[in-house]
């Protein structure tokens, strides 16, 4: 990976770009079927901040993606989507 990153470039800077452009693509999809939701862009360990962030405000349900981990993966890094499941104070739909 570090052959990817450019010296001196603004990684957390780009990462929020690309973040913000993705939401947008995926918001306008949401709104033209009429569907209401809110976004957030959290740093920190995900499962953590996904799950302080639906506490802090009080939501009703997380809804995420989800994706296969091969049993080497699930041993050695766990599952986002696991931890925030584990550890929800609200439902959480897995998208797969």
């Not at 570090?2 to 913000?20: H, I, M, P, R």
């Not at 209401?36 to 862009?41: E, G, L, M, P, R």
């Not at 994706?67 to 499941?85: C, E, F, P, R, Y």
Request: hydrophobic content about 45%.
């Amino acid at each position: 990976m570090a052959e990817d990153v450019e010296v001196g470039a603004d990684v957390e800077g780009n990462l929020a770009f690309d973040a913000e452009k993705l939401i947008a693509e995926k918001g306008a999809v949401l709104e033209k079927a009429g569907i209401s939701y809110k976004t957030a862009i959290l740093n920190g360990f995900p499962a953590k901040e996904v799950n302080r962030y639906a506490k802090e405000k009080a939501l009703d349900m997380i809804i995420m993606g989800h994706h296969d981990l091969s049993l080497v993966q699930k041993v050695t890094i766990g599952s986002v989507a696991n931890k925030v499941v584990q550890q929800a104070e609200c439902p959480v739909l897995l998208i797969k």
